[in-house]
């Protein structure tokens, strides 16, 4: 009778056990993510088949439109862990845009970031694998943007890189990274045999970040500061050169974020932005030289739980004639509107 009881509290124990270490593996895994979408109207240029948009990523679409469907699957525990955030939809098609021209009948474009780390130590971090850029105030996702449509300086800059990289803790409130990677946006893999090199330093929450690529180069500064409890100021600047080899083409900019907190519920804000191409870019859709673009933003954030509502009005002017009005005859200013649902988990 004894040996039959301690043999039931072994294989008692043994289920307990084994189901506490299960339900210790699961509280590891985390899944979040969101989807989007929007209606987008012009007031002085066409809409439908002939619609025209700021030459910036995502929310160009005309009438009812989709953004995306974003799912993030994470796994961590003390020491290493992995991230796999996936991407459906017109804009994440749009961000992951080198895996369809690398390899098109590939289905990595729903690849948005996939990589694993190492905590090295308390301070140090390896991550290896594809990766959203440092450089920048924006992202991809726009569960974690401001507004909706996206700047020239987000635009133009680099999505996503594939490499290693190490984060560095230099102190409470300071940080270092290092990255050695594949050419910008060449996410699936190396098409050549250059690497480009990145690196960022961190100082109370503002970032120097750097990347050359190749002969290009670009730096770019992204910061803010909480002006008041409900006024926050965030700023970006950005200088981007693309080398004597490589035409010696770029662009420049800087843009304001100014954010005032009405109330739990809702939150307004006004992206400023100033931006320059250097001798014939083409980016804003020109090729005269050092063409420049003034794009104004004004953007509202109704938070109903998990869900955002993003009423947008938005002025580009530019320096030359490249927006079409409703006749398709070549004008300098394009305003627009959008409404966006966000929902994010």
């Known amino acids: 009778m004894k040996k039959?009881?301690?043999?039931?509290?072994?294989?008692?124990?043994?289920?307990?056990?084994?189901?506490?270490?299960?339900?210790?593996?699961?509280?590891k895994f985390s899944i979040s993510g969101g989807i989007d979408t929007y209606y987008r109207t012009n007031f002085n240029a066409p809409n439908g088949d002939n619609a025209v948009a700021p030459a910036t990523s995502f929310s160009n679409l005309p009438g009812f439109a989709?953004?995306?469907?974003?799912?993030?699957?994470?796994?961590?525990?003390?020491?290493?862990?992995?991230?796999?955030?996936?991407?459906?939809?017109?804009?994440?098609?749009?961000?992951?845009?080198?895996?369809?021209?690398?390899?098109p009948d590939g289905s990595s474009n729903i690849v948005n970031q996939l990589y694993t780390y190492w905590n090295v130590s308390d301070n140090v971090t390896l991550t290896f694998g594809n990766f959203n850029t440092f450089l920048g105030y924006e992202v991809i996702s726009p569960t974690g943007n401001f507004n909706y449509s996206t700047s020239?300086?987000?635009?133009?800059?680099?999505?996503?890189?594939?490499?290693l990289?190490?984060?560095?803790?230099?102190g409470e409130n300071t940080?270092?990274?290092?990255?050695?990677?594949?050419?910008?946006?060449?996410?699936?893999?190396?098409?050549?045999?250059?690497?480009?090199?990145?690196?960022?330093?961190?100082?109370?929450?503002?970032?120097?970040?750097?990347?050359?690529?190749?002969?290009?180069?670009?730096?770019?500064?992204?910061?803010?500061?909480?002006?008041?409890?409900?006024?926050?100021?965030?700023?970006?600047?950005a200088y981007y050169n693309s080398g004597k080899d490589n035409g010696d083409v770029g662009f420049g900019g800087v843009a304001l974020y100014p954010q005032y907190t009405t109330s739990e519920l809702f939150t307004i804000g006004l992206r400023t932005e100033y931006f320059q191409e250097v001798n014939a870019f083409g980016a804003i859709g020109t090729e005269v030289k050092d063409s420049s673009v003034i794009a104004a933003t004004l953007t509202g954030n109704f938070r109903i739980n998990d869900l955002t509502i993003i009423p947008e009005l938005r002025l580009d002017s530019s320096s030359d004639d490249f927006f079409l009005d409703s006749d398709l005859e070549a004008q300098k200013s394009l305003s627009s509107f959008a409404l966006a649902a966000v929902y994010s988990f």
């Open 152 to 163: 020239y300086l987000f635009s133009y800059g680099p999505f996503s890189h594939t490499g």
């Open 4 to 27: 039959s009881i301690l043999l039931a509290l072994v294989f008692c124990t043994f289920g307990v056990n084994a189901q506490e270490t299960e339900e210790a593996k699961k509280e």
């Open 175 to 237: 940080s270092l990274m290092l990255a050695v990677m594949n050419p910008t946006d060449a996410t699936e893999y190396n098409p050549n045999s250059g690497y480009a090199i990145g690196g960022q330093f961190g100082f109370y929450g503002q970032y120097l970040n750097v990347l050359v690529d190749q002969g290009a180069f670009e730096i770019d500064y992204t910061g803010g500061f909480d002006i008041t409890e409900k006024f926050y100021l965030g700023i970006n600047g």
């Open 66 to 103: 989709l953004g995306m469907a974003n799912l993030i699957v994470g796994y961590e525990d003390e020491k290493v862990g992995f991230v796999a955030d996936l991407v459906y939809g017109p804009r994440g098609e749009d961000a992951t845009f080198m895996s369809g021209e690398l390899r």
């Open 165 to 170: 990289k190490a984060d560095i803790a230099l």
